[in-house]
């Protein structure tokens, strides 16, 4: 199956959705081959970057789907979780 790519400008409301389905494909795990815990860091990483750049309601949507994705799964994330070695 070929696809065509259009250019998005970086920082878009068009790459912040293009960020929030890519997310929500890693969590369906049709984008990459992953452990769980794996996939719930790469939604993680692409939900601290939308933040980043301001677009919360993407960023609130991919949380939304984590949290679905480890209810379902009975999955926890290490990046959610405090270094218990950090706490003394």
Known sequence: ?????????FGT???ANNQLRYAIRVLKGRAF???PEGRIE???FIKRRLERY???WQAK???GWVHRYQK??????NAEKPDESLMM
């Open 72 to 77: 379902e799964r009975n999955v926890e994330s």
């Open 33 to 35: 081959r992953s452990t």
């Open 13 to 15: 409301k068009e790459w």
């Open 54 to 56: 301001g677009f919360w």
């Open 1 to 9: 199956m070929t696809t065509l790519t259009k250019k998005v400008k």
């Open 61 to 63: 949507e991919v949380d």
């Open 42 to 44: 790469v939604a993680l």
